[in-house]
């Protein structure tokens, strides 16, 4: 069973700074295969994403966040990370994390269909 469980969400004013974690027992696939991502999910919107990062050594990200978020991962510690930095009100979502196992799972070319998810962390940025 992996289980994937995000810590970091808070409040924030514009212009400010977080950092999500995603602690998780998440390891690469039989052929070394791997995906994991950051989505969001604001009230009344669609689920998109945010990062994501793959085993063929892609990291991408939405349009949105491009230059101001920033998706890393310590796989000795086995969590992901997810900086924010130039916080607008339009982030304020529930960020959640995923994982599973594929080659390649770019968040800039639809929203890929992943199966492991985390709970949520809320981000909440006022103006």
């Known amino acids: 069973q992996v289980q994937l469980v995000e810590s970091g969400g808070g409040s924030v004013q514009a212009g400010g700074s977080l950092r999500l974690s995603c602690a998780h027992s998440f390891g690469p696939g039989r052929n070394a295969n791997y995906c994991m991502a950051w989505f969001r999910q604001a009230p009344g919107k669609e689920r998109e994403g945010v990062a994501s990062?793959?085993?063929?050594?892609?990291?991408s990200y939405a349009d949105s966040v491009t230059a101001r978020f920033t998706i890393s991962k310590d796989s000795a510690k086995k969590i992901l990370y997810l900086q924010m930095d130039k916080l607008a009100p339009e982030d304020t979502a529930m960020y959640y994390c995923a994982a599973d196992w594929l080659w390649d799972c770019p968040v800039n070319a639809g929203n890929p269909t992943l199966r492991f998810w985390g709970q949520g962390t809320q981000v909440t940025v006022s103006s």
């Open positions: 990062l793959a085993s063929n050594g892609r990291i």
